[in-house]
């Protein structure tokens, strides 16, 4: 094994293949296989970073021998769980809940829940009390562990709800990929940071990054099979390589992925303010296959709230990585995170937010309503914000936005752009959709076959929350 970075912790991913191909050899020897084989369906909340570890799930399904399947008829259900706010966990609940009229009709049906949600002890807890019908739950860290958790549960040996709090990396699980050229490619996993309001770091473990190498031979893999866009996933990719003994960070891994043949282009997510350096900032601007977009989350833009999260960076800090970025990079698109109502958060605070706002002119911004994690020091702090005046607020950040983004979105009409067409739009299936260094997707009419390819739009139309384009003859 290629052990160059000694302190890279590893699970055991060859027993839970063995385990996995165990299970397929138990339904192949009962002629369940391709057209008969049993169904499975996955469910996944939260972010990117879940999202790539349910296309390993997805993986681990189909050597288990499962295909996908609607829930209805499925044979094995997980869902993937997201504790980041109240809602995402009230969504899951809710949706777990449904799943147990199909349980009802499928007495065999294996439901399984995963994910930061059920990485909390007491969520867990929850399961085992009040949801008979799961036969598992399963943390972050033991992906890997689920066709031993679905043998356990196939052959009726008790319930399971597993927090190991033993946070390693799993090389080598198989995935299936999602549709449409763009890949997520996962560099780094786990959180240091702590901000006193996020729960990540407590479901997610501290960071391991993985060899630069896997990461190489992963990002080949991809290409080579068709993959036009790789965007790198971490929770703070800006850290990756701290831990590991070799001398690289996320410029020298981005310029190493760039540097591989193909016409495919690169993205990255999320990026911490605290460790944004100026090398990552000009390889931002000057490598061509990296897409000119930049999420550099703010959360607010007063800076005693900035302390108050245990952010570690100032307004000003920030400002001036944004002056740097446009000035190395004047086209670029900026997009953010922005929490409203965080505990303490007073009116001057607030206005500074917008002040950040019209000084930054983001391109798009994800904004969410502050919701106390149970176990995170902000859920303790006093003056919690009512909920009224947090939801005042909210109104007025997005009516500001709304401004924004028209007149950024604006700068696009007349221009070409390249888009990698992503698929068939959400909200009208006759036009397809697809994104370039814009933070937001162009619709336009185009034919099935252009789906994960790259073509040359002009736009014609933009508005506050969409684009639509043409495509340009050559
Ligand atoms: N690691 C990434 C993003 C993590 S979660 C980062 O640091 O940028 C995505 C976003 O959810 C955060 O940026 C934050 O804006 C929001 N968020 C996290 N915890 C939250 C909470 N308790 N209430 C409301 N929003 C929260
Ligand atoms: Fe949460 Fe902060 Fe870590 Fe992002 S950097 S995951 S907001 S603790
Ligand atoms: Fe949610 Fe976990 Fe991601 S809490 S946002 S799924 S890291």
Redesign the pocket.
Known sequence: MNNTSKHVPECDVTAALDCARRIAAGFAKKGMVSDNAPGYYIETFGCQQNEADSERLAGLAELMGYRKSAPEDASLILVNTCAIREHAEKKAFSIIGEFKHIREKNPALIIGVGGCMVTQRHRADKFKMSYPYVSFTFDTGSIHLVPSLVEKAMKKRGRSFVITEDYKIAEGLPTVRREGGAAWLSIMYG?N???TY?I??YVRGRERSRRPEDIIAEAKALIADGAKEITLLG??VNSYGRDLEEDVNIASLIRMICALEGDFRIRFM?S?PKDASDELLRVVATEDKVVKHFHL?VQSGSTEVLRRMNRRYSAEHYMGIIDRLKEMCPDISLTTDIIVGFPGETDEDFEATLEMLRRVEYDMIFSFIYSPRIGTPAAEMEDQVPPEVSGERFKRLLALQDEICEKRNARFLGRRVKVLVEGVSKSDDGMLTGRGDMARPVHFKGTPDMIGKFVELEIVSVGAYSMEGEICLP
Request: aromatic residues 8%.
């Open positions: 959180c940071n702590f901000c996020c990540v770091p929770q703070n999320t911490h989350p």
